[in-house]
């Protein structure tokens, strides 16, 4: 079982921290404050894929490509207009390819893959279904784009699992997909601070998991397990 260093470990504190002071700027509706705070946790986030020396291996280096396309969909998505929303989607769109291309180098478990597909698509066709009477006309096809990508992404990160990533890949995988049902709920449904509540505790998990999943010295796809000291 391994562990990481104290600079590793000061980054997840920063994440979290910044996310927690994001939930009490947006509480407080003090909107510059929970900008700084944001792009403060996903620069953290950052941080801890280069200080798990993620860039050494091929899987870190994809991986970390999506982490950067993330900090950018995070920029976007501070706006409120419907165009920047949009950029904010595609960043994290390619994000989300970037994350399956990653888990494909790694190596993926046909069988694991092809069994978490049914409920993850049902899960996704639920979504869908949930979200279509508040989505614009011009919004629906991205949307629709975006929830099957993020879908596949899950089912690669399960199907990564069955071929030997630590259980940080999946688990992470899964609280950046739950964490976008509070993104779409604020954006289309019911903007209030319950979504942020929940919403952004699961993205950065997430992410930090993923960044963690990253671990590596060599140029090897086949990593150890981790877990945090």
Not at 68 to 85: P, Y
Not at 131 to 157: D, E, F, K, R, W
């Amino acid at each position: 079982m391994q562990t990481y260093e104290p600079l590793t470990r000061m980054l997840i504190r920063l994440t979290a921290a910044s996310c927690v002071s994001m939930i009490i700027c947006l509480q407080l509706d003090w909107a510059a404050g929970a900008n700084y705070s944001k792009v403060l946790a996903s620069t953290a986030f950052l941080g801890v894929a280069v200080s798990v020396c993620a860039l050494r291996s091929s899987y870190g280096k994809i991986l970390f490509l999506g982490l950067t396309l993330s900090w950018f969909g995070d920029v976007f998505l501070m706006a409120t207009t419907e165009k920047l929303f949009l950029c904010g989607l595609v960043s994290f769109l390619l994000a989300h390819v970037a994350y399956i291309t990653a888990f494909v180098v790694r190596g993926i478990n046909l069988r694991w893959a092809l069994l978490s597909t049914l409920p993850i698509i049902l899960v996704s066709l639920g979504t869908s279904n949930w979200l279509a009477p508040y989505v614009s006309p011009q919004m629906l096809v991205p949307v629709n784009v975006y929830t099957g990508v993020i879908s596949l992404m899950v089912i690669c990160a399960i199907g990564a699992r069955g071929a030997g990533a630590p259980l940080l890949v999946p688990l992470g995988a899964l609280l950046f997909y739950f964490s976008d049902l509070s993104v779409a709920s604020d954006r289309f449904v019911n903007s209030n601070l319950q979504n942020y509540v929940w919403g952004l505790p699961f993205y950065y998990g997430g992410q930090l998991l993923l960044a963690l999943s990253t671990k590596s010295t060599t140029d090897n796809s086949t990593m150890p397990e981790q877990t945090i000291a």
